[in-house]
Each structure stands twice: as structure tokens, then as C-alpha cells.
């Protein structure tokens, strides 16, 4: 078995800082990602914008940053005329991308010491190929094996381009992670971790209790971090509590920001009464009580940013000194 590389992290650091979302920050630049490719439609129209999301994240202090392949699939790109070459190349740049910011990065890094950042290959879940809201919902018409079948090619793309670790997120059914996971071991080099996007504070998307979860992936050797994504602010300390009665292996969140995302009309509105909103704070406030919880990475979702994961960096540097 290869070396853990969140274990050899996590040897380095009182916990480790995972970077913001992607398109969230690819908008602010000026992308147009409202198409069913979101992000990875910059892959080919302006992949120097993605360099530039993740160097900034680098800078705000991000151990890990996770690749634009959240939905970037062979299914997606030849549907638009790609070849299956051509759709290969492009799943593969996702990686080659985050890995010349990180280089770079590092090549200029003159700071306090840190470990040398990750670079984690996005593997969306089949919902968000479909772009219809289904990774929130699971329930797909498709089986198992039908789910291998899909997630296999781009998988091998990812692999062969030298991530450090699959990112396997925002999944909404364990069904779905127990068919990343077969795949997986069909690369015994590689390692992932396996995040879900939750319903509510005990249960994930399509409804199985996370305690399952992570009784089923605890026995998975390839699966080298587990947690929840994608998902409210108030849930996730419930969760975690849930996690880690189950499990001894690494814990990790990234959740949204606060705001509240409508799948229908594909926009984020503020959250309402009785609704966790995000506020300058919401990070530093509450990463104290997700690490108690047992998280050791942490970072951003959707409409998160470098502030965020700087003020999270922030509370790791305080740790460490």
C-alpha cells in the first residue's frame, strides 16, 4: 500500500486546512457557469483562471486544494463533440493544473514552515453529470454497477495524471460510494477519501443514517478520509458526532457557506429565520466545534472563498504555535 498522504499531513499539522469552492471564485473572475458543465467548461475555454483560483488558495493557506473535475466526465464533454480523447485530456488537466499551481506555489513559498500542499482529483457524484439537483436528492434510476461503469473511465483519467488523492464528494447515497469504492480497488495505488452531502444532522442525502456510512467505509483500506460536504452549517457538527462513533479515520468537512442553494433555478439566496447564514465569523466560530467533533480537515463549499479558508488557516496556525 502506498504512503497515506492525509496521514503524513496530519503528522504535520494540528489539522489540515482544505481550500473554498472552485466556481464560486471562477464567477468572481468573470466565468459564465451557468451550463451543465459548470466548472469544467473552463477546463477548455480558460484553464490559466482555474491555475489562478487554486494559487489563491495556496496563498490563503490551503494544505489541500481539490481539482475543477467535480463534473467533468467522458459522458459530459462528448456530448458537447469531444472525442473520447479529447474528453480524456481535459479530465486529465484538471489535475496537471492544480498540480502546476501547487509547484509554483511552493517553488515561491518563503513563509512560516508548512507541509508541501495536496492536490486532491474531484470525482462529483452521477448527479451532478445529470445537473439536475440529484446529488442533494440520490435516489438515481440507475444500479451499482451501473455507477462503476460510469465513474471507471474518469476515475483512470484522474489517476494516471498523478493526483496525490481522489476527492470522491458530495455523494448522496452510500449505493454510489460503495461503487466508487469497488472501482477504486481496481487501482490499488490510489487512495480517496469519500465525503457525502447531508439532508439533516443524522442523515445523508437519500436518507441512510451517516453512522452507516462510516461503519461501511471504516472497513474500506483505500478510503483514507471520510466526512460530509455540501452541506448546511448546522448539521455538520451532528454529523461529525455521528462519524466518529463509528470510525478511527480522519474526519474531514467542508461545508457551504450558509446561503441556500435552489436547484430549480440554480441560484444561491440568503438564508431565512431559523436558517444558519453566513457571517464574516462562521468559520472561525465554528471550526473549535468541529474539531471537538473529531474533524481534522477542514474547509469551504459553495460560496465560500480564500477569506474563509484564510480565517480557517488562521485557527490552524494558532494551534500549531
Not at 466526465?73 to 469531444?82: D, H, P, S
Not at 439532508?199 to 478520509?225: K, M, Y
Not at 448539521?235 to 455521528?242: K, R, V
Amino acid at each position: 500500500m502506498p504512503t497515506n498522504p492525509i496521514h503524513a499531513l496530519l503528522e504535520t499539522v494540528p489539522f489540515a486546512v482544505v481550500d473554498g469552492a472552485l466556481a464560486t471564485e471562477l464567477e468572481r473572475h468573470g466565468c459564465d457557469l451557468n451550463d451543465s458543465l459548470w466548472s469544467a467548461r473552463v477546463l477548455a475555454e480558460q484553464p490559466e483562471l482555474i491555475t489562478r483560483v487554486h494559487r489563491d488558495y495556496f496563498e490563503a493557506g490551503a494544505d489541500i486544494t481539490i481539482t475543477a473535475s467535480y463534473q467533468a466526465t467522458f459522458e459530459g464533454f462528448m456530448a458537447r463533440g469531444m472525442s473520447e480523447a479529447q474528453a480524456g485530456a481535459l479530465i486529465a488537466r484538471s489535475v496537471s493544473l492544480a498540480c502546476e499551481a501547487r509547484d509554483a506555489f511552493w517553488a515561491d513559498y518563503a513563509g512560516p514552515m508548512r507541509p508541501r500542499p495536496l492536490v486532491a482529483a474531484s470525482v462529483g457524484p452521477y448527479g451532478a453529470y445529470l445537473a439536475d439537483g440529484s446529488e442533494y436528492r440520490g435516489g438515481y434510476a440507475i444500479d451499482e454497477e451501473a455507477l462503476m461503469a460510469f465513474h471507471r473511465p474518469r476515475i483512470k483519467a484522474l489517476v494516471e495524471a498523478g493526483a496525490d488523492l481522489l476527492a470522491c464528494e458530495t455523494l448522496p447515497s452510500l449505493v454510489e460510494a460503495k461503487a466508487l469504492v469497488r472501482v477504486l480497488a481496481e487501482f490499488p495505488e490510489a487512495q480517496a477519501w469519500v465525503t457525502f452531502s447531508a439532508r439533516d444532522g443524522h442523515h445523508i442525502s437519500e436518507g441512510t443514517p451517516i453512522a452507516e456510512c462510516a461503519t461501511w467505509l471504516d472497513q474500506q483500506p483505500q478510503v483514507v478520509a471520510m466526512g460530509v460536504n455540501c452541506t448546511a452549517l448546522e448539521h455538520i457538527e451532528s454529523l461529525l458526532t455521528d462519524l466518529r462513533a463509528h470510525t478511527c479515520t480522519p474526519l474531514l468537512v467542508y461545508p457551504n457557506s450558509g446561503e441556500v442553494y435552489d436547484p430549480i433555478t440554480k441560484t444561491w439566496r440568503a438564508a431565512e429565520a431559523g436558517e444558519c447564514g453566513h457571517h464574516e465569523s462562521a468559520f472561525t466560530t465554528l471550526v473549535p466545534l468541529w474539531r471537538q467533533a473529531g474533524a481534522s480537515l477542514i474547509g469551504g463549499c459553495c460560496r465560500t472563498g480564500p477569506d474563509d479558508v484564510r480565517a480557517i488557516a488562521a485557527l490552524r496556525d494558532a494551534s500549531t504555535a
